[in-house]
């Protein structure tokens, strides 16, 4: 039901653009909060064909496995063929703006109008930019608050191939000013997967170090528990490399330079593992539940109950 009134939502929110002969969504505020009423926001644009899509999917999955509970649902909703047709077309020709010279997504509609330059080439005395410029200023701006086409790749990650992923880092990164604590986690997450191993160790202090540091002079405010979670994720998702494919565990770790060791616990399908990584050496214990194989670097790593298993780093 909730994901059938949120593809409602997005099906009255976008129009149908003859220029583009795609469907648009104007006047939104992405992920970067520096940016506000703008026209195609990649990110939205696509979390939103997603979405459809999804619900198309959940509904499909209904359908095949209990016809009873499908006609009960549609009953409800009054929720016919023809509105999820429409889904399915607005999905089918979402537009995702481009830069193809550049080969990088457009974080929206005209942002190479910008004055495109670097955060580096700004003076230190004028950041924060939130309590140094006007508002006007910040809008007009290449400048980025928090991971934006980026934070869509962070998610939609298996979508896209490391190059691509590559390219947009590249561009984006230096423009972000990390002015918001849901910031430096994300990057640290890409940042490792591309083997940028200072960045992300640079992106990790950070955000582990956010509050006790006051980079962004406002800790007077409170301190930001969206960057404690993100110093889990940097550790976890980053460094250890963590992700679920095909309903099982992965890592591709990597230590810092500057550490000897780091360990973590995940609880995975009524299961806790342990990994200790150190010395360019990975460790892993089934410290409870059943038996079940894991994937280091890609290898396949049978686990049974309290036997570690050691694995050279290449």
Known sequence: DVLVGISRFWAQRVNFSKEKNKYVMLGVTGPNEYENNVNNNWYTN?????????????????????????????????????????????????????????????????????????????????????????????????????????????????????????????????????????????HVILASKLGYEEKAYEMYLRTSRLDLDDYNNDTEDGCHITSMAGTWLSVIKGFGGMRIKNDTLHFTPFIPKKWKSYSFRIEFRGRVVKVKVSNQRIETTLVSGEPFEIRINNEAVALSHNKTFEKVLA
């Open 46 to 186: 696509y979390i939103a064909r997603w979405t459809l899509r999804y619900t198309l999917e959940s509904l499909n999955k209904v359908k095949s496995s209990n016809v009873s509970d499908y006609s009960r649902i549609i009953g409800n909703l009054n929720l016919k063929d023809d509105e999820t047709s429409l889904w399915s077309k607005i999905a089918d020709n979402m537009y995702l703006p481009e830069d193809k010279t550049r080969g990088v997504i457009l974080q929206q509609d005209g942002f190479l109008d910008k004055d495109i330059m670097t955060v580096s080439q700004l003076p230190k005395e004028e950041r924060p930019l939130n309590q140094k410029w006007s508002w006007d200023r910040i809008l007009r701006s290449c400048f980025i608050k928090q991971a934006d086409v980026l934070q869509g790749l962070y998610f939609f990650e298996d979508d896209f191939d490391s190059e691509t992923i590559r390219r947009n880092f590249d561009f984006y990164e230096p423009m972000t000013v990390h002015e918001s604590s849901l910031s430096p986690c994300v």
